[in-house]
């Protein structure tokens, strides 16, 4: 037999629309943005101002850890409650780097850290040995959250730990972490945190043209997560995953251990929010263990569910939605934003199971073939089937 | 095993021509590869005094069975007999208590854990018709396809020539050529039922556990799914589970008769059906 032809054939990468899409989004962040913001001079309507630059590259950020998180939980369906742990720990590696460059220009005029002079150490800690020399930031960058995630993983994931439970352990973790963080001898600066940074690679941060920098480094950061997670929900390692998700017994029965799979996207996952918060610290210049409290890592799922699980591209919209109306909230109402967030939340969950992206596709599905796609579903129906435009993609992770 | 029993076996893969003298290669080659399924002595799957008790209550209580290669054997027995206990410790989900558990005559099943099972050569159709409902057809037996199954074969895997020829051979054998691209979770339950037997094939499985196969099916899909299973007798070893007395006329050589977690009756179906205790087990009391 040699009929290959009612195969259907593999995908491509993304479709013709979607790359170009993405290429007008690249051009965007490495082109049109720093023209409206270096150029356009400052009285001009379509001048970009430094808060708005400041604010879209801290969302970008977010949009990362969305994007990380719907690998682990809308492909995986794995609840993690606990990303912002590993958003927190890149981001205090990066800010341990930041503390050292300030160097002598702190208020106590030493070479260590102001907290530190502060509480009367005499030397820096073992492990600030190595924040001094950039390049081993950006590899702890990697390494430390990708190494706590595969330790707390590899534990998690070998004792079969699922569901809600799995939700709440990471919960508990980041929570400790917070405690952690908190306490002054750890040294990481206590609940202060880090702040007060005054340069990057010996030049200084609070200029335009490094703010920009900042900013198209964290767009094409961004940009190339979503092309590496595209091509690894496309790949077959990629199935296996939504597999897990649907039905793990039948994946074990099919010869595959679970463990391996779940741990890799975990601790890609892990590494990717890490790198989101490297990237956000020197742009917000500051941070403290309030990265790590719960609601911070309950927010981040609720980006993911806002612009819809197992899309890829609806996390990115969700955070962009939800961190813009918090920022436009916070300002003119903010005793509301928290009922906000709320009520997003549920009627999300009761009438959204798939998020902007998924309300996008029905409207257009409607539009597009009405009369002949309820004809479908009628039909379906009379068959005994449920119609398939209704049924969610990604079934509840915390199952 | 006793020696009659290894005599009867290789009888029994002599006619069937299957697995014996494939992996066994006869007398000539006595080296046991490990890994490798030996069925030389004529058995593929042999239990012996298995027990397993959930919170005191015996599931299984010293069942022994053995199953020869090429073998197509049913399993019938009342509801709590121990059915599905006894396929999930094949599998490695259930631990027994006490027992052995060999697949052939040098693997231990007992060691080793329900993917390595699987990677074996053991497929098993559960009860309730399981596939991976968002995925496609062709992607729910692409999953299944015997290969390399680790992180990093699975990112970088593309399908040979040799391969895609084998997804349209069963694409074909389960009648569903047609929907190849159709998403699993919209195909009827008797598909499903198809496509989980599709997805054991794809693995190129030595013994196969059938858990109900075709419960829920129309009388046609059953008459086909009998005859796929008369054709899959000899190439590979069956255990059937089923409570429809007809379809097992249909294909059964052997029935084995299991009651409160142990043989009850074996033979052909018209001797266990005249066997006083079966009837006593499901009609009287």
Redesign the interface.
Known sequence: ????S???QRAPLLSTPAWSAFFAALLVVCALVPVLHLVMPPDSPLHMSEYMVALVGKIMCYAIVALAMDLIWGYTGILSLGHGLYFALGGYVMGMYLMRQIGRDGNYKSDLPDFMVFLDWKELPWHWSLSSSFTATLFLVVLVPGIVAFVFGYFAFRSRIKGVYFSIITQAMTFAAMLLFFRNETGFGGNNGFTDFKRILDMPLATRNMRMTLFVITGCTLLLFFLLSRW?VA???G??L??I???E??????????L??KL?IWVISAVMCGIAGALYVPQVGIINPSEMSTAASIEMAVWAAVGGRATLVGPIIGAFVVNGAKSWLTVTAPEYWLYFLGALFIVVTLFLPDGIVGLWKRLRGRGGRGPKAAAQQSA?LE????P?GA?A?ATGGAQ | MTPELMEQGRRIASRTGGLGGATGGGASSQVVEPGKVDTRHGRILYLEDVSVSFDGFKAINGLSLDIAPGELRCIIGPNGAGKTTMMDII?G?TRPNSGTVFFGSTIDLLRH???EI??LGI??K?QKP???????V??NL???L?TH???KS????KLD?EQ??R???I??TIHL??S??R?A??L?HGQKQWLEIG?LLM?DPKLLLLDEPVAGMTDEETARTAELFLTLKGKHSLMVVEHDMSFIRTISDIVTVLCDGSVLAQGTLDQVQADERVIEVYLGR
């Open positions: 037999m040699s009929n290959h009612i195969l259907p690894m790949s077959k390692f199935r296996v939504q597999a998700r649907d039905a017994t039948r994946v074990m029965f099919s010869g595959y251990k679970p391996p799979y890799s379906a068959e005994g089937q449920a398939t049924v993609p | 599998t989900k854990t329900e993917p699987a990677q497929g098993r559960f399981t596939v991976f409902e968002q995925l496609s062709f992607e692409e999953l299944a015997k199954k680790g992180v699975s990112m970088f895997f020539s895609k020829d997804l349209v051979e694409l074909h050529a047609g190849a691209s998403r979770g919209d009827s997805m693995q």
